[in-house]
């Protein structure tokens, strides 16, 4: 099993959009997936057809309540995987959590039984270096970094490594940096493809080889509560994501062998 962290403090980089359509695409490679949506806005419960409005138990309830997360999981049918919901109730997660006793730890504490059952767990981060992003970290094996391949995008990202430095030195000794994703990219645009070979300048293999484009299909789909591969398998979204599912699989193969 891989617990892999969808992260990155800046707002509309794609988090949420990958981890829907990443969660439907490795399940669609036939791999047992859970979704965390770790974000008041509620984003992927909605996107993966959840009603955020009517939820029972939500997150919230896992890492303040310590209810399981068997009891608030609940199936996204048409995307073939499952989803631990999240509504705007994890807002006030923050406040609470912080006289908890191990306050960074709830979450991993709340995967721990759950490695017999998922080969992939994601966790769909908020856009905020909090504690709830703390539990993330803390939960995670490795770190997927979103970004758009602009002027700022280099900028931010030094504070998300710097966190991810000392979540390591103190809570999570073997977090690693998976890799970062281009997202939203657009091949005609000068800006984007100089920040794109500065990325891979920098980081190396760390960059997916998978490029996710600019694609009116993936910003439709949240709309219709469906995964791109569902509602526009053909278009170029959902083959990119495809690709990245291929991407990801075969380099955790690797790193069995
Ligand atoms: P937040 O920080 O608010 O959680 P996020 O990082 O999760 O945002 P998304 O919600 O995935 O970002 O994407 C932001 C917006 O951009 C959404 O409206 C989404 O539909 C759109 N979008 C994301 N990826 C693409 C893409 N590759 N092509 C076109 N639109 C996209
Ligand atoms: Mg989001």
Request: with cysteine.
């Amino acid at each position: 099993m891989k617990i892999l962290a969808i992260t990155n403090q800046k707002g509309g980089v794609g988090k949420t959009t990958t981890c829907v359509n990443l969660a439907a695409s490795l399940a669609a490679n036939y791999k047992k997936v859970l979704l965390i949506d770790l974000d008041p806005q509620g984003n992927a419960t909605t996107g993966s057809g959840v009603d955020k409005a009517n939820l029972k138990f939500s997150i919230y309830h896992v890492l303040i309540c310590k209810k399981s997360l068997e009891e608030v999981i609940v199936t996204c049918e048409k995307g073939g995987y499952h989803i631990a919901p999240s509504n705007r109730e994890l807002a006030g997660a923050e406040v609470e959590l912080v006289n908890e006793l191990a306050r960074e730890t709830r979450l991993k504490q709340a995967l721990a039984n759950l490695e017999q059952v998922y080969d992939y767990i994601l966790l769909d981060c908020p856009p905020a270096l909090n504690l709830v992003t703390v539990n993330a970290l803390t939960a995670a094996n490795t770190v997927m970094i979103p970004m758009q391949c602009e002027y700022y995008a280099l900028e931010g990202l030094s504070d998300l490594v710097n966190t991810i430095k000392k979540v390591r030195a103190n809570l999570n000794a073997t977090l690693e940096i998976e890799g970062l994703l281009r997202t939203m990219f657009d091949n005609r645009n000068m800006l984007a493809q100089q920040v794109s070979a500065q990325l891979v300048s920098h980081f190396g293999d760390k960059v997916y080889k998978s490029v996710i484009p600019r694609n009116i299909r993936l910003a439709e789909a949240p709309s219709y509560g469906l995964p791109v591969l569902i509602y526009d398998k053909t278009s170029r979204g959902a083959q990119a994501y495809l690709e990245l599912a291929k991407e990801i699989i075969l380099k955790n193969q690797k790193v069995k062998e």
